[in-house]
C-alpha cells in the first residue's frame, strides 16, 4: 500500500502563491464581459481608493486627523472580520476546505494562503487606505519610521483575521444554514454601514461651517488601544515623542497577529482530521407533520404541486432568500434614507412591490437541468398555463403577506398613516404587474443561475446581458403599465379627493395584469421551452 509524500514546504508555498495569480488570470479568460466587468471594478476601486488616502493625507497637520484615521482604521478591521461571514463563498481561495484532502501540512498551507491574500486588488486598496491614514495621523522623521512598519503590520494582521474568521467558520459557512446567515447577516450588516454612514455624515457637518473632525475624538480615543487600530495610531505617538506608547502599540498589534495565526493554524489542523458532521440532519414525525398540514392550503393538482416545488426551492435555496430579502432589505432602507434625508414618505412601498414582483422574472432558473422533467409534461395549453400559475402562486404565497405588513412598518417609520390605503394599492399594482411581466420575460427571456451555489451572484458567467435586459425591462414594463394607477392618484390627490379607492383600484389591476401576463406566456411556453431549457442550463 503506497502512502502520500507531502511535497517541499516551499514548493507549496511557491504553489499556492501561484495558484492565486493563476485564478486572478484565467478568471478574466471566461467571457469579455466578465473581464471587462473585472477590469472597471478594479480601476474604480483603486480610483477610490487613491482619492481617499488623497484626502487623508491632506488632513495631514490638522487637528482630529489622527482620529479620522484611528475610526478609519476601525472601519476597515470590522469591515474585514465581517466579509468572511458575509461573503464567504464570494472568494473561492478563502475556502480552505478546498484544500484539506490535499497532502499538505498546515504551516506550509498558511503561509502560502497568507502571502497568496496579499495578491489582488483587495488588498492593494487597503494598503492605500492605511498609508493615507498613517500619513494623515504622522508628524516628523519618528512617524515615518515607525508607518513604514505599521502599515504592512496592519495589513497583514486585517488579512490574518479574515482569513482566520474563514477558517474557524468554514464548515459552518460552507452549509446551506451557513448560507442563510450569510444572507441575513449581510443585509443587515448592509442596512448599518449605510445608517453609520448617514450618521457620521450629519455629525461631520453639523456645525455648518464644513467638516469638524472634533466629533471623531470619543470614538478615536477608545478604538486607538485596540489593535490593529493600535499600529497606524503608533505613528501619532510617534509624532508626539511618546516611543514608548509607540512601542507598546505597535507590540499589541503583533500579539493580536500571533494569536490569530494561531487560530487559524489550529483551525486548518482540525478541518484536516477531523470529519464533516454538518450534513447530518435530523427530522422529527412532527415537523413533518406541521410541514404537511401547510401544504394543505395549497390548490389540488398541478397548480398546488407546482407551488409546493417553488416555495420549497425559495426555502432552501440561498440565492432565492437572497432575492427575497434583498427586496425587503432595499424597501426598509428606502424608508429609513426618506426619513433621514426630510422627504419620508409612505409611498417607498411601492418600491416593495417592485422588488417583490421582480422574483417572478426567472421562474425557471432555478430549475437548471431539471426543466427537462418540466417540459416534458407541457403537452396542451392548459399545462402550460398551471405551470405558470403554481410558480406565480408561490411569489404571492410569500410575497403578498411580506408585502401587508411591510406597508404598515413604513407608514410607522415615515408617519404617513393617512396615505397608508393609497400607497398599499400602488404597491399592489405594482406587484401584480411584476408578476404578470415576470411571466412574460420569463418565458423571452430566462436565464442560468450559477451552479456553485452563491446566493451573491445572481446569474452564471456569460448572462449578465439577459440579466440586465430582463431586469430593466421589468422596471421599466412595470413603470409604463401603472402609469393608470398612478394618474388616478394624481387627480385624487391634486382635486383633494379621498384616495383610499386607489386600494381596491390597485388590486383589481395588479390582479387583472397577473392574470394577463400568465395567458400571453402560457401560449408561447410550450414553443419555446426547448430553448428555455437550453438557456437555463450554465455551459
Known sequence: MSTAVAPDDRAVVRALVSLKVRLLRNGLRRSPGRAAGYVLGTAFGLLIGLSAAAGLVVLHGRAGAADAAAVLTAGLTVCWAAMPLFFFSGDESGDPTRLTMLPLRPPALLRGTLLGSLIGPGPLINGLLLAGAAAAAGRGAASLTVA?????????????LTRAVAAGNARVLSSRRGKDFAIFGGLLFAVLVQLGNLGVQSSLNGSGKGVDLSVLHPYASVVRWIPPVAAI?????????????AALQLALTAGLLAVLLRWWLRSLQDLMVTGDSSTLVETSPAASTRAARGWRLLPAGRVGAVAQRHLR?????????????TG??????????????GWGSVYVIAAGGLMLGLQGGNLFGMDGSGFWMVAATLTTRQDARDELRGRVLAVLAYGLPVLVLLAPVVAAVTGGWGDLAPALGLALAAFGTSLGLGCLFSVYAPFALPA??????????????????NAFGSMVGVALCCLPVGALLGYLLLDHHP???VLPVGVLYGALLALLGIRIASRALLARAPEILARVIER
Open 452 to 469: 456553485d451555489g452563491n446566493p451573491m451572484r445572481n446569474a452564471a458567467p456569460g448572462q449578465n446581458g439577459v440579466v440586465m435586459a
Open 499 to 501: 384616495a383610499w379607492p
Open 148 to 160: 513604514v512598519a505599521a502599515v504592512p503590520l496592519t495589513l497583514l494582521t486585517l488579512i490574518a
Open 313 to 325: 426551492y425559495a426555502w432552501r435555496e440561498p440565492r432565492a432568500k437572497a432575492a427575497i430579502f
Open 233 to 245: 495610531d503608533a505613528v501619532r505617538s510617534a509624532g508626539e515623542g511618546a516611543y514608548l506608547v
Open 328 to 341: 425587503i432589505g432595499m424597501t426598509g432602507v428606502f424608508a429609513v434614507l426618506s426619513v433621514v434625508q
